[in-house]
Every structure is written in structure tokens, then in C-alpha cells.
């Protein structure tokens, strides 16, 4: 399997962005919540609002956009994730940890991958996921299903 990116394609960042139509409450859950950092913020250009998250730092980000009066999201769909890949369960629990200390409870996944391998799933605002995963994806390999 080839892992890296092919000659033609110079690739030196990411970004994949989703709506929202809860814009403060989105920022407080992805920043203080989670703790991303927020690598930038607008309110008001062309109509948007926007918010753009390190995932973990510059290469990699997620951008959120509100638009619209009122604004309109399309319906959250259970396979549609946002997966951060810990370093272990400790790693876990302390996102675990910060997340209850703001209110939010994990949720249920609708694939059993994810929790038989030690994931927990959090809602956002808006009602799209985030799992937290207890391994680093492409350095070791999905814990071992538990029974």
C-alpha cells in the first residue's frame, strides 16, 4: 500500500469544512470543550461566519461556516465523523474528562467497531460525532476487539 501523496499532487495542507447552525456553541465545544486550537475566526464576510480548527495544528484543519437567516445544517448522519486518533486510553479519559466537565456525555455508536475497540463518541451542538479512538491510526494497530 502506498502512503504517500503522489509527484503531482503538492499537497501542504487539508481542510474539510461542514455547516452549522449553532455558531457560538459549536466554538465552545470544538475550543474549550475538546481544546482545539482555533487557527482562525470571521463573522460577516459575504454573509458567513466561520471558525477554523488545527486538527492537530496548521497542516490539518476543519473549518465550520454559518450562513443564512435562520441558518440550515443538513440532517447529521451517524457516518459522518470526525475520528481523532489518541495515544491511548489515558489520552481517552482526559478528552473523556474535559468533555463532562462541559456537560457533554458520550453517546451511542451505531457501528460497533468503535466502541468494541475502546472509542467513546461525543455529539457536537449540532449533532455531528466526534470519536475519540484509542490508538494512532498508520502507527499501530486498532486495539483488539473487546468481549
Known amino acids: 500500500m502506498t ?5 503531482h499532487l503538492d499537497v501542504g495542507a487539508v481542510r474539510f469544512a461542514r455547516p452549522t447552525a449553532r455558531y457560538d456553541d459549536v466554538l465552545v465545544f470544538y475550543r474549550d470543550a475538546l481544546g482545539l486550537p482555533v487557527l482562525g475566526q470571521w463573522r460577516g464576510h459575504s454573509g458567513y461566519d466561520g471558525l477554523l480548527f488545527g486538527l ?7 473549518e465550520i461556516t454559518q450562513h443564512g437567516t435562520p441558518p440550515r445544517i443538513p440532517e ?3 457516518e459522518n465523523q470526525l475520528v481523532l486518533y489518541l495515544r491511548g486510553p489515558e ?4 478528552a473523556v474528562r474535559a468533555l463532562a466537565e462541559h456537560g457533554h456525555r458520550p453517546v451511542p455508536a451505531a457501528n460497533p467497531y468503535w466502541p468494541e475497540r475502546g472509542a467513546v463518541l461525543f455529539e457536537d451542538p ?21 468481549h
Not at 3 to 7: D, E, I, L, V
Request: glycine share 8%; hydrophobic share 50%; net charge negative.
Open 3 to 7: 502512503t504517500s501523496w503522489p509527484a
Open 126 to 146: 449540532d449533532g455531528w460525532l466526534v470519536v475519540l479512538a484509542p490508538w494512532v491510526f498508520g502507527e499501530e494497530p486498532p486495539p483488539p476487539v473487546a
Open 91 to 94: 489520552a481517552v479519559a482526559a
Open 56 to 62: 492537530p495544528g496548521t497542516p490539518v484543519h476543519m
Open 76 to 78: 447529521p448522519h451517524p
